[in-house]
């Protein structure tokens, strides 16, 4: 086998380098509920199922932080909400502005949903810690 066709054959044998994501979550004010928090790549952002989710049990007086485990390289985005009545989902008013509070990744301003690039950020294959906070 030349060493061209064995290296082609060893790459695709080999998983996908993966790394873990760690969120941390500011402006949680009460230990009611819990704070879910969604990974999501362009195509599935705000509109589909997330790569992945987590759900973060409250303490008072708990730092809040999550951990994407085992994620692909690629280019992501969070989101986060303290989901304070427990119900699962962001509670939103009649016009669709949403009652709990809100988080996206690189905290762009919240004058409406924002775009996928407004939150992006890339994953290497290094282990990546940033922060979020609720609005």
Same mark, same amino acid.
């Given at each position: 086998?030349?060493?061209? =066709? #064995?290296?082609?054959? $060893?790459? +695709?044998? @080999?998983?996908?380098?993966?790394?873990?994501?760690?969120?941390?979550? +500011?402006?949680?004010?009460?230990?009611?509920?819990?704070? =879910?928090? &969604?990974?999501?790549?362009?195509?599935?952002? $705000?509109?589909?199922?997330?790569?992945?989710? @987590?759900?973060?049990? @409250?303490?008072?007086?708990?730092?809040?932080?999550?951990?994407?485990?085992?994620?692909?390289?690629?280019?992501?985005?969070?989101?986060?909400?303290?989901?304070?009545?427990?119900?699962?989902?962001?509670?939103?008013? @009649?016009?669709?502005?949403?009652?709990?509070?809100?988080?996206?990744?690189?905290?762009?301003? #919240?004058?409406?949903?924002?775009?996928?690039?407004?939150?992006?950020?890339? #994953?290497?294959? &290094?282990?990546?810690?940033?922060?979020?906070? $609720?609005?």
């Amino acid at each position: 086998m030349s060493r061209a =066709l #064995l290296a082609t054959a $060893l790459a +695709a044998a @080999l998983p996908a380098l993966a790394t873990d994501i760690s969120v941390e979550i +500011a402006g949680v004010e009460s230990s009611k509920g819990h704070v =879910l928090v &969604a990974l999501y790549d362009e195509e599935t952002f $705000l509109k589909k199922k997330p790569v992945q989710k @987590l759900r973060i049990d @409250l303490a008072p007086g708990t730092a809040v932080t999550g951990v994407f485990r085992d994620v692909p390289e690629g280019t992501y985005a969070v989101v986060a909400f303290h989901d304070e009545n427990g119900n699962g989902k962001l509670d939103r008013n @009649l016009i669709g502005i949403p009652t709990e509070k809100i988080g996206f990744s690189n905290n762009p301003s #919240l004058w409406g949903p924002p775009r996928f690039s407004d939150s992006k950020f890339v #994953l290497g294959s &290094a282990a990546q810690r940033f922060a979020i906070t $609720l609005r």
